[in-house]
C-alpha cells in the first residue's frame, strides 16, 4: 500500500476469455475522476491459448500505460458449467500475473461485492450499474460493451472499500443516504 500519497490510480478489470473489460479511476483524496474504460475484444479467436496470450498483451500494455499504483480484479463467479469457471479463472490468473510482473499489488472482489458497493445492490444489473458509473464520474457516453463498465467498477469498488474502512464503520440505508453523507466524494 502506498503511504504519504495523496493520489492514487486504480485499473480495474473484469477477465473474461469473450470479452474483458477494464476501466482506471484517479483517486484524489475522497474524489474519483474516470481516466478510461474500454475492452478487449476476444471473441475472434478461436484458440484459448491465443486468447490468453492476448489477455497478457494486452493487460501488460494496459499497466505500462496508465502506470496503476494497483490492479483490481472481479474474481470469477462459480457457475454450473466447471469448463467456464476454469476459463474464467485462467484468464484472471493471465492478468494477475501481468500485474506481479510488474510489481503492483492486487485486489480481489466478488461480483456480487462490487455491484453492491456501487449500486448498494448485490443483485443489480450490469445496466444499473453502468448507470450508476454515469452519474459517479460524471460521463455520458454509453459504452458499447457493458463489459467496459464492469471493468469501471471493480476499481470504483476498490476505491471505496478503502474510503468506506476510512468512515469507522458507518453504515447506510441505501445508495442515496450515502450519496447525501458523501457528497465531497462526486466529480
Not at 477477465?15 to 474483458?20: A, E, H, L, V
Not at 491459448?49 to 493487460?59: A, C, G
Request: aromatic share 6%.
Amino acid at each position: 500500500m502506498l503511504t504519504g500519497k495523496k493520489e492514487r490510480v486504480i485499473m480495474g478489470i473484469d477477465p473474461g476469455t469473450t470479452i474483458m473489460g477494464y476501466g482506471a479511476i484517479l483517486e484524489k483524496g475522497n474524489k474519483i475522476e474516470l481516466i478510461t474504460l474500454g475492452v478487449v475484444r476476444l471473441d475472434h479467436l478461436d484458440d484459448h491459448f491465443l486468447k490468453l496470450q492476448r489477455i497478457f498483451e494486452r493487460t501488460t500494455a494496459l499497466l505500462a500505460q496508465y502506470q496503476p499504483d494497483i490492479l483490481a480484479l472481479e474474481a470469477p463467479f462459480y457457475g454450473k458449467n466447471v469448463q467456464v469457471t476454469l476459463k474464467l479463472g485462467r484468464a484472471q490468473g493471465v492478468a494477475m500475473t501481468a500485474a506481479l510482473a510488474r510489481d503492483i499489488p492486487i485486489a480481489e472482489y466478488a461480483p456480487k461485492k462490487i455491484k453492491q458497493s456501487i449500486t448498494g445492490n448485490g443483485n443489480a444489473s450490469k445496466e444499473q450499474v453502468s448507470a450508476m458509473l454515469q452519474r459517479l464520474l460524471n460521463f455520458k457516453e454509453t459504452p458499447e460493451f457493458l463489459d467496459a463498465t464492469d471493468g469501471l467498477s471493480v476499481a470504483v469498488c476498490h476505491s471505496f472499500q478503502r474510503s468506506n474502512n476510512d468512515a469507522k464503520g458507518k453504515s447506510y440505508s441505501g445508495w442515496e443516504a450515502f450519496v447525501r453523507d458523501n457528497k465531497t466524494r462526486l466529480k
